[in-house]
C-alpha cells in the first residue's frame, strides 16, 4: 500500500539551529502534503498544505518565513524549521492523500512522524 | 467551521471487553476517518467513511449521516489495542483537509 517515509524520527538541536525533516511519497506520487504539529496530550493541528510546483499554504498563526516548506517533486516534500527555539519542540507529522489507503477508497497514509527537541 | 468531538475522552477496558468511541461533528462532511495513534507517535489510517458500516478484523466502524455521528467498535478487545483512537472529518474534494477530533486513549489491561 501507499506509504510515507518520514525522516528523521527524532532530533535534538540546539537553540538557533534549523532542522530539516523529510517526508517521501514510496509507490505513489503526492501531489499534495499536510504537515502537522502536535503537542502532547493534544490533537493533531495542521501547519501548512504544500503542493508540488507551487508554494505552500500556512494555517492562520503558522509563520512561514519560520517554517519553510518545500515540495519540488511528486514525492518529496521538506519542512524546515528554521531559528529553533524550545517552544518549537514538539511532534511534526506529515500526511498525503494517496487512493487505496484505509484499505477502502481515497484515504490518508501518514508519515511515522519526527519528535523534535531544542535544547 | 466544522467541530469534531469524540468521547469518552479516556476508556480502560479489561481485555476481551466490546469497545465503543463516538465522534460527532457539526456540518456535512465528505468522509469520516478513523485513525489510530500509537504510544510512540506513529498513526495508522483504519477506516475512511462515507456512509453505512465497514468492518476489518475485530474493528468496525459506522456513521449516520443524517445524525452527523460516528461509531468505531473493537470486539474482544486486547492489549495491543491499546492506543489514541482519532476521528477526522473531510471536507468535499479529493485533497480537502482533515479536521481532527481531541482523540479517545484506549487502556486495555491483561
Known amino acids: 500500500g501507499a506509504v510515507v517515509s518520514q525522516h528523521p524520527s527524532r532530533v535534538i538541536c540546539k537553540s538557533g539551529t534549523s532542522v530539516k525533516i523529510e517526508c517521501r511519497s514510496l509507490?505513489?506520487?503526492?501531489?499534495?502534503m499536510f504537515w502537522y504539529r502536535q503537542f502532547p496530550k493534544q490533537s493533531l493541528m495542521l501547519m501548512a498544505t504544500?503542493?508540488?510546483?507551487?508554494?505552500?499554504?500556512?494555517e492562520q498563526g503558522v509563520e512561514k518565513d519560520k517554517f519553510l516548506i518545500n515540495h519540488a517533486s511528486l514525492t518529496l516534500s521538506t519542512l524546515t524549521v528554521t531559528s529553533a527555539h524550545p517552544e518549537d519542540s514538539s511532534f511534526y507529522i506529515c500526511?498525503?492523500?494517496?487512493?487505496?489507503?484505509?484499505?477502502?477508497?481515497?484515504?490518508?497514509?501518514f508519515g511515522s512522524g519526527t519528535r523534535l527537541t531544542v535544547v | 467551521k466544522n467541530e469534531v468531538e469524540q468521547s469518552p475522552q479516556n476508556l480502560t477496558a479489561q481485555e476481551g471487553e466490546f469497545i465503543t468511541i463516538n465522534c460527532s461533528y457539526s456540518?456535512?462532511?465528505?468522509?469520516l476517518h478513523w485513525l489510530q495513534q500509537h504510544p510512540g507517535g506513529g498513526i495508522v489510517s483504519l477506516f475512511m467513511?462515507?456512509?453505512g458500516k465497514k468492518k476489518h478484523g475485530r474493528l468496525i466502524a459506522t456513521i449516520n449521516i443524517q445524525e452527523k455521528h460516528s461509531s468505531l467498535h473493537i470486539t474482544a478487545s486486547h492489549p495491543r489495542d491499546s492506543a489514541v483512537y482519532i476521528c477526522?472529518?473531510?471536507?468535499?474534494?479529493?485533497?480537502?483537509?482533515?479536521?481532527f477530533g481531541k482523540g479517545t486513549k484506549l487502556t486495555v489491561n491483561p
Open positions: 500526511s498525503a492523500p494517496a487512493a487505496g489507503t484505509s484499505g477502502y477508497g481515497y484515504g490518508y497514509t
Open positions: 509507490d505513489f506520487q503526492a501531489t499534495t
Open positions: 504544500s503542493n508540488e510546483g507551487s508554494k505552500a499554504t500556512y
Open positions: 456540518v456535512g462532511i465528505s468522509a
Open positions: 467513511l462515507s456512509s
Open positions: 477526522a472529518s473531510a471536507g468535499w474534494g479529493g485533497s480537502e483537509k482533515l479536521v
